[in-house]
């Protein structure tokens, strides 16, 4: 064993994987889901984890469908990532835990992803706060 | 506690709506549900109370145990676990002697006909199955009166599924699964020596979310994890069908990263996860560490020959000549071999 040398070992497959045919099927599901969305309102989604999905997809898909104009953070239970996509209707969505690992990469067909909507319970929640700030206020005389 | 919705407990931890939701999208795409999906785990989480789990390890090596926490668990997966009320499990439980084994039946008692039975470990049926006792009960008669009030039973690991190397020649305890034994309660399997931790926790969760267990192949696992063979899904696999082989562990193809069925690889022939949900959160798996996959979630896998020959020499699996073929012949029937594979799945889906 004394003349043993380290083996470098690759842990990736040389050369290309061969095609990026799982991408190119997401573009045309997505032409789908947003036609969907466009003639019966209905939004849907691609959960891109479920799929065999490599680097050339990704790279076909990011060139594809572009940069969009609003781009959001949320910050609950870990971050989450929203962009818009530079097709208007399709958002790019990826959950990450709280140790950043990515835990869900969502294509949305949607106007607007829900995580991003303020919930009807928090805005009431939020409405009785301001009120209880603007009592506070009265009281202070300011 | 128990009474309240896995909403309320998540609520109660500070979890806010829009968590919620990213809690529901994570848990769809964890058990590979379609995302539509989350909607649906949304509605039933808000109604379902937190179900109650017992775990027994019987003859087993606490591997699976070990596995399940040394386990890497991200905030939303500890959640999922969390949600369970894990009522009896004498390796983590703080209780010992009697008042662990008052736990037990407390908790039969409390959610009689509606608890989870999570079992690790085969189950010795020599010597009236004394090979194996906990507080003077033997493994047979425990598992007998605990299964009679689960609600389903999830097999974890290899022994407790299919016998697993307590029952590898010459068993010499007689130690059989937990199918040979119960057979009026539904049960999932979730083997591997030891199983994927997130595998472990989503099945739970499953469970957890839908009140049922998941879709599963003709061997009882789940098709979601358990659906393709490590070889379909393997980063290796271009160079299998290319007739690329390394034929020792530090030859030219091993260096270069090439396909491993020559130095005894089972990834053919193994149903699990290993080659996408990965090892050590998410890091590696055997084959990307330069080391065949030995075939762990297959029922007999200690007793079907080495784990560095390859399928075509030995006993393993059914479809040794086809395989053996290929490896010599290389891309062309390389192809043959995944049809064969794929034709094999879907047989197995049709026997369900």
Known sequence: MSDSKPIDIPVLALGPRGDDMTGRAILRQLEELLAALVER?????????????????????????????????????????????GIPGI???????????????????????????????????????????????????? | MRDKTVLELLQARGVSRRGFLKFCATTASLLALPPSAAAAIAETLGKTRRPSVIWLSFQECTGCTESLTRAHLPTIESLIFDAISLDYHHTLQAASGSAAEAAREEAMKAAWGQYVLVVDGSIPLGEQGYYSAIAGVSNLEMLKETAAGAAAIINMGTCAAYGGIPQANPNPTGAVPVSAIIKDKPIVNVPGCPPIPVVMTSVVAHYLTFGAVPELDHLGRPKSFYGDTIHDRCYRRPFYDQGKFATSFDDEGARNGWCLYQLGCKGPTTYNACATVKWNDGTSFPIQSGHGCI?????????????????????????????????????????????STRIRQQHASEEK
């Not at chain 1, 009807?120 to 939020?126: C, F, I, R, Y």
């Not at chain 2, 029922?299 to 053996?324: E, H, M, V």
């Open chain 1, 41 to 85: 309102d209905e939004p849907g989604s691609i959960d891109l984890r479920s799929l065999p999905f490599g680097p050339e997809d990704r790279q076909l898909l990011e060139e594809a469908l572009g940069e969009g104009e609003v781009e959001a953070e949320v910050e609950s239970m870990g971050p989450s990532r929203v962009r818009e996509t």
């Open chain 1, 91 to 142: 958002w790019w969505v990826t959950h990450y835990g709280s140790d950043q690992q990515p835990l869900a990469e969502l294509l949305e067909v949607t106007y607007c992803p829900e995580i991003l909507i303020t919930p009807s319970d928090a805005a009431k929640e939020g409405l009785s706060a301001l009120r209880a700030r603007l009592f506070e206020s009265d009281h202070m005389g300011r």
């Open chain 2, 295 to 339: 075939g762990c979630s297959e029922p007999n896998f200690w007793d079907k020959g080495s784990f560095y020959q390859p399928l075509s020499a030995g006993i393993w699996g059914d479809r040794q000549a086809t395989l053996g073929t290929a490896a010599v012949a290389g891309a062309a029937v390389g192809a043959v071999a995944a049809a």
